[in-house]
Nanobody, 122 residues
């Protein structure tokens, strides 16, 4: 049973930084893609950044501000968020896809964490 556990959310002022972490347990897949998604109240869930192997993909709205990375054992993924804006406020979710193809589409991911709240005030 795959389990994803997120941490690192919080409240910051605009221009500030946060780092989210996602630890994955219970999987043994050699090919997979992990990433971060977010959902603001009243909006659909959207892809933020995903990583598969050494390659990553970002939503246009976060390019140059957010960086996704993973540790050497590849069981933890991080999202470093700099220059945060009020429009980045959302619940952030970690997800895993048992497929090495990168996709920012939420419906292509089968495993999800419980989410961590990020709030950016102006």
């Amino acid at each position: 049973q795959v389990q994803l556990v997120e941490s690192g959310g919080g409240s910051v002022q605009a221009g500030g930084s946060l780092r989210l972490s996602c630890a994955a347990f219970g999987y043994a897949y050699s090919m997979y893609c992990m990433g971060w998604f977010r959902q603001a109240p009243g909006k659909e869930r959207e892809g933020v950044a995903i990583i598969a192997g050494a390659r990553s993909t970002y939503a246009d709205s976060v390019k140059g501000r957010f960086t996704i990375s993973q540790d050497g054992t590849k069981n933890t993924v991080y999202l470093t968020m700099n220059n945060l804006k009020p429009e980045d406020t959302a619940m952030y979710y970690c997800a895993l896809r048992v497929n090495g193809l990168r996709s920012l589409r939420p419906d292509s991911y089968g495993y999800w964490g419980q989410g961590t709240q990020v709030t950016v005030s102006s």
